[in-house]
């Protein structure tokens, strides 16, 4: 009652037929063990690792803070606008009439020449 299937007919691999004939000792097993362990963290270095990633997580801005920041950034960009408007028109103001200015202050000053002020 078998399947009718035999071994005797395939080849053993080169690695199969050299990991037989090759017994483990307990030395061998332990340089294995210590040659994956020499590539594995240390408690100390996993620590620092964390301590890395807390002080990255503390620098990263969430979406909520870009939002927040957003919406200062628009308010004072419209305050300072305003702020510029009203400069600009106080300039606007003195630009526009400055000639007359400084025609009224030469008037001014021959009237006072004339009655003996300066």
Known sequence: MGLGLTFDKVEPTH???AMA??????????GMVERGFTNTASAAE???LQAQ?????????????LATTR??????????????KDEFGKFRRELAYGPELDELRERIKKLER???IA
Do not use: N, P, Y
Request: aromatic share 0%.
């Open 46 to 48: 996993l620590r620092a």
């Open 21 to 30: 004939k090759k017994t483990t000792t307990i030395e061998d097993l332990a």
């Open 71 to 84: 919406e200062e950034l628009h308010s004072a960009i419209g305050s300072l606008s305003s702020e510029m």
């Open 15 to 17: 690695t199969i037929d």
């Open 53 to 65: 990633v807390v002080a990255l997580g503390e620098q990263t801005a969430t979406k909520e803070d």
């Open 114 to 116: 004339k009655v003996g």
